[in-house]
């Protein structure tokens, strides 16, 4: 299976802060890595598919980028509804796994 | 607008089965998969396994291998997840998302199903 492995784990940031996030695969998968949003008590929401096509909808603070690898997403100027968790996904290949996710709270 | 709604919160007994249900409005049913994604209390995304109702071709995570089926009725357009031998560790919120056939991105996802066991 492929391994995905996220950085940080949790982070502490102020409204106005850019916020990078990693995610980091056992193997080479092109580009075939996706962001999800997920707050409390709320289904994930697809932010970025392809490592850096952004969804419809969504703001464009967030950016993310990457191949291979190694992929980040940036989130420029958080915003108070950007606390939440953010989770990596690969979809190269079954099983499509998720990183462990990033829990973004307030400083 | 394409909307996936589940059904209800199940309680189970060890050693039961539940069956989820996610219906789907507002696309043409047979143009994407599924994916099964599974949340324990205060943990990450667990991706169960796949199914594409366009041929019912199925795909599932080793873990849940013969423990899982999963099914897709064309006619309500509607998705099922069954789980059998129920252990308390898979208690969880599981969410049914619509997965894009070609690139496996899921949008949208269904509410989620929060299956409880216990005895």
């Known amino acids: 299976d492929i391994q995905l492995t996220q950085s940080p784990s949790s982070l502490s940031a102020s409204v106005g802060d850019r916020v990078t996030i990693t995610c980091r695969a056992s193997l080479t998968i092109a580009n075939y890595v996706n962001w999800y949003q997920q707050k409390p008590g709320t289904a994930p929401k697809l932010l970025i598919s392809g490592a850096s096509s952004l969804q419809s909808g969504v703001p464009s603070r967030f950016t993310g980028s990457g191949f291979g690898t190694e992929f980040t997403l940036t989130i420029s100027g958080l915003q108070p509804e950007d606390f939440a968790a953010y989770y990596c996904?690969?979809?190269?290949?079954?099983?499509?796994?998720f990183g462990q996710g990033t829990k973004v709270d307030i400083k | 607008q394409v909307q996936l709604v589940q059904s209800g919160a199940e309680v189970k007994k060890p050693g039961a089965s539940v069956k989820v249900s996610c219906k789907t409005s507002?696309?043409?049913?047979?143009?994407?998969?599924f994916s099964w994604v599974r949340q324990a209390p205060g943990q990450g995304l667990e991706w169960m396994g796949w199914?594409?109702?366009?041929?019912?071709?199925?795909n599932y995570a080793q873990k849940f291998q013969g423990r899982v089926i999963m099914t897709a009725d064309t006619s309500t357009g509607t998705a099922f997840l069954d789980l059998r031998s129920l252990t308390s560790d898979d208690t969880a919120v599981y969410y049914c998302a619509r997965e894009h056939l070609k690139h496996h991105w899921l949008d949208p996802w269904g509410q989620g199903t929060l299956v409880t066991v216990s005895s």
């Open positions: 199914i594409s109702p366009y041929n019912n071709n199925t």
């Open positions: 507002g696309y043409t049913f047979s143009m994407f998969g």
């Open positions: 996904q690969q979809s190269y290949r079954a099983p499509r796994t």
